[in-house]
């Protein structure tokens, strides 16, 4: 089974351009409202840390992989960006209440069980200021690797293809999405999908929501 810090040793496991749907939403929210502080939830070897600081935002990261955060660091230095870094689990961060404007976070808290889903999101909530937002992606059940592999529960699985193969999974519907994001405003939420030259298909949930400006923690 690979680690994260085995897996981001492969140059192609180091993404280098940062989420297309990210770029859209920088570029409209930063027509609508201040964004200052953004925190990058799983933040892997830095693709988004380098795009939103050259966007001129106060970039955090966060990661369990110390091969992940060495590979950010190293990539924010050479853009002559500081490091805001810290290794954490995404369901126990270490950050305080309402500490940032935005949230990302891209292909990371799915690999988790509910529970562990569960507590990313309420984490994600916690540190946003009320009217702060998120953006994340979860699998979809329509997903290929679904029900590959061994199921710890229903919904989630460690699958046995894949390059992160023995890593959990879990998949999510809209009516899960709907009672896990009930103390959000979902602003948007649109499915991801690409089918591979094999005829696999890879579905992913995008959604941007927005913590209500009522909310106080």
Known sequence: MPTWDELFKDENNRWKEPHERLVDVIRSLKSKTKLKRVLDLGC????????????????YGMDLSINGLMFSREWLAKQGQPARLAIADMTCLPFANASFDMVISMFVIHHNPLAGLQKSIHEIHRMLVPGGYTLLTLNSTRG???????????GTVIPDIGKD??????????????????????????LDEVTSEEGYLSSHWVILAEKPKEDQE
């Open 44 to 59: 892997g070897a830095g693709r988004h840390l380098v795009y939103l600081a050259g966007e001129g935002y106060e970039a």
């Open 144 to 154: 290929y690797r679904h029900n590959q592999g061994q199921q710890l529960e229903p």
């Open 165 to 190: 193969r023995g890593i959990p999974h879990h998949y999510s519907d809209l009516k899960e999405i709907a009672r896990e994001f009930d103390r959000f405003i979902v602003r948007d939420i649109h």
